[in-house]
């Protein structure tokens, strides 16, 4: 512990204090008042303290003004936004969170439906040019998406037309390589490639600049994203790297809440006005359409240039000003590169003290144990992983339930990461609110519970 605390000492910017931190008694776990050691902001992110504060504004703006908030907010003169714009001041906070320009960004649905949306403009399967690439174990939202966008497009058998990357036998990332090596040898068939940024289950982040740039040097391949995993956990470059389109959630490392607004990214080179050219056709609303005519009524789309164009439907207020406490958090840490090279300090403590496990299984490491577990993220490189480290739980005498009973242990001890069944546990310190010190809790943790098996 006393290098963690050294560690907290040398490091100790972090905006801990603008979060509220589950206690042991909160959880109901015990009536101590310890913040409990909260390592699961890949799942659902912390609520910022100022988060209640923001939505009771627009719950006071609601029950006293009513339908007149949706232009004029009764708290205006403090910086909130009229109903009517209440996502416009999120672009400014969120266009660096993705390095997009800020007509490349939208707040809007959520992560599935902002998916299929993009995929009906931008999927558009010919005779010649079908397939999509994607990962095997990809998250299985996405994979229900491409399946019915197939569907809808007459393919019967859409199985046919995926092909689905996996990690080598033996392995448990994909490499790079390999992606690129399967465009190439498809790149007369492929319509789109569509990965995610970073791996939900095995943490993996891929080369999103390169795998782009490689898919596009066949022309009639567009990539798209899935940032679920990625969003304000890695610094993003969407509009440099030629990314066609992205979409994610916001309860993640976002921090907005449970179930809270998606986003989406339409590069600026498929919406640049044009008028010798329609606008892309789309899943339409009255929220995409020209601002200045929206309230004329007119049976007239004319979509807003921008991803703002592909809006459908007035936003939630609330889901939306609750990100935007988030957001204005991550601009008071200095930016996403910030919050990286902190997120970068604690993943690789975290790292190094797995590895010094003696339940740890190098993979050069001979002799059978009654239990151990690996790293499934790959940690070579800094590049090649975001916050998270999932971990793989065996045993080498075909012991059960490992897994389970580690993380029943880690639970009851105050330790809140997340299980995907049947043998993985996944860690992220979120460097918003996590320390060194909650990251040497959880690795103790971890120990003493394999030491009770
Ligand atoms: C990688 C990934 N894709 C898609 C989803 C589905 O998100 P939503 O329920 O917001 O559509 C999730 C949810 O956690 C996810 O992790």
């Not at 969120?94 to 599935?112: D, Q, W």
């Not at 049976?299 to 207020?317: H, K, M, T, Y």
């Not at 009654?370 to 080498?396: K, M, N, V």
Request: aromatic share 12%; hydrophobic share 40%.
């Amino acid at each position: 512990m006393e290098k963690a605390l050294e560690l907290d000492g040398e490091y100790p910017e972090s905006l801990r204090d603008e979060f509220n931190i589950p206690t042991f008694n909160s959880m109901g776990l015990s009536s101590d008042d310890k913040p409990v050691t909260y390592l699961c902001g890949n799942s659902l992110g912390l609520m910022p303290k100022s988060t209640r504060d923001s939505i009771n504004a627009e719950l006071d703006a609601w029950s006293n003004c009513a339908v007149e908030s949706h232009f004029k907010h009764p708290e205006e003169a403090k910086g909130k936004a009229p109903w009517v714009n209440i996502d416009l001041p999120i672009l400014p906070l969120l266009a660096p969170i993705v390095g997009a320009h800020e007509n490349e960004v939208a707040v809007m649905n959520s992560l599935t439906a902002n998916l299929n949306s993009l995929l009906i403009t931008f999927y558009k399967p010919t005779e010649k040019r079908f397939k999509i690439l994607f990962e095997k174990g990809s998250f299985p939202s996405d994979y229900y998406a491409f399946y019915n966008q197939c569907k809808i497009h007459g393919i019967s058998e859409p199985e046919n037309v995926f092909i689905q990357i996996e990690p080598r036998a033996g392995e448990t990332y994909i490499r790079t390589q390999d992606i690129l090596d399967t465009i190439e040898v498809n790149q007369d068939e492929l319509a789109l490639v569509c990965l995610s940024g970073v791996q939900y289950y095995t943490g993996q982040y891929f080369d999103i600049g390169r795998i782009t740039s490689f898919a596009h040097q066949f022309p009639g391949i567009l990539v798209g994203w899935d940032l679920a995993h990625a969003v304000g956990n890695v610094p993003l470059q969407l509009h440099d790297w030629g990314v066609d389109f992205a979409c994610w959630c916001s309860y993640k490392y976002l921090n907005a809440g449970p179930g809270g607004i998606g986003g989406l990214f339409v590069h600026s080179k498929h919406t640049k006005s044009d008028p010798t050219k329609e606008a892309l056709p789309r899943l339409a609303g009255w929220w995409g359409n020209d601002a200045t005519k929206r309230f004329q009524m007119l049976e007239v789309f004319e979509p807003i240039p921008g991803a703002l164009g592909f809006r459908q439907s007035n936003p939630s207020v609330i889901d939306t000003v609750a990100l935007r406490s988030s957001l204005e958090l991550f601009a008071k840490f200095n930016g996403i590169g910030e919050v990286r090279k902190r997120s970068l300090l604690l993943t690789n403590y975290m790292k190094e003290l797995l590895e010094a496990s003696k339940y740890y299984k190098h993979p050069l490491r001979m002799g059978k144990l009654p239990c151990f577990f690996t790293i499934l993220t790959p940690t070579g490189t800094d590049e090649e992983h975001g916050a998270q480290l999932s971990l793989y739980f065996d045993s080498d005498i075909g012991k059960e339930d490992i897994m389970p009973n580690v993380f029943q242990y880690l639970h009851d001890h105050g330790v809140i990461g997340d299980a995907r069944r049947p043998n993985v546990i996944r860690l992220a310190p979120a460097p918003l609110y996590n320390t060194f010190s909650d990251v040497y809790t959880a690795v103790n943790a971890l120990n003493e519970a394999m030491d009770k098996l």
